[in-house]
């Protein structure tokens, strides 16, 4: 399983300004949207550069996704801290999420799916940065997992007015080899890139109540 510094240098790879990023990093980063990204996440869209790639063991797939939310930083971030139960109606096809660990600014979160004839466990390891409004999490190799790898970040900043959220998404994932695996990669893959959009749909949707009030 990759280093946490070589998941730092990932996410840079993946255009995330990470919480130690330089500014010279960060203007890179808000200078990888073209104007035509821009208009499309005015209208509402899902921008998503996809990525395949194999690194040593590991076949991974993943890449980077962009939205706009219309809710400030701060409610989206409140959004992104809240009990599992929650959080997996933000995330595409979790039948169960649950809380196995925490501890200062670190969760352990345990996640489950079920689609068809295909069922997944995993836990993964959030870093929590508020003052950056950035989370980084990778697979938490010291527990049971049906993933091979998996690591990325989550960094939300303001849009337009400051009244909305930029949310931009990085991740890489190793769903292990196989008849079924090699069948579902395409899903997986698709599903990976649209957490944003996820995330958007939930706390525009049945969260909006609870996070706007913040």
């Known amino acids: 399983m990759p280093t946490r510094a070589a998941i730092a240098g990932a ?11 330089n500014p010279a990093v ?10 035509t990204d821009r208009a499309r996440l005015a209208r509402g869209e899902t921008v998503a550069r996809p990525v395949e790639e194999r690194r040593g063991p590991f076949r991974l ?3 980077t996704s962009f939205q706009v939310i219309d809710l400030p930083p701060e409610a989206v971030w409140q959004a ?3 009990h599992p139960s929650r959080l997996r109606h933000m ?3 979790v039948r169960r999420a649950r ?8 969760r352990v979160l345990r996640f489950e799916h079920h689609v068809g004839v295909v069922e997944a466990s995993y836990a993964l390891r959030f870093e929590y940065y508020p003052s950056q409004k950035t989370l980084l999490f990778r697979l938490d190799d010291a527990r049971d997992n049906d993933l091979r790898a998996a690591w990325g970040y989550l960094r939300l900043r303001p849009w337009g007015d400051g009244t909305q959220t930029l949310v931009s998404f990085g991740a890489m994932v190793d769903i292990g080899d196989g008849l079924i695996t090699g069948v579902v990669r395409p899903t997986v893959h698709e599903w ?4 944003p959009l996820t995330l958007k749909w939930y706390v525009e949707g049945r969260g909006r109540q609870r996070y706007a009030r913040l």
Request: charged fraction near 10%.
């Open 26 to 35: 960060r203007a890179q980063v808000d200078s990888a949207l073209s104007a």
């Open 11 to 21: 996410i840079v790879l993946l255009a995330l300004a990470a919480p130690t990023a």
């Open 80 to 82: 992104l801290n809240d």
């Open 192 to 195: 990976v890139l649209k957490i």
């Open 99 to 106: 809380q196995v660990e925490s501890q200062g600014a670190v």
């Open 91 to 93: 995330l595409p096809q």
């Open 61 to 63: 797939m993943g890449g």
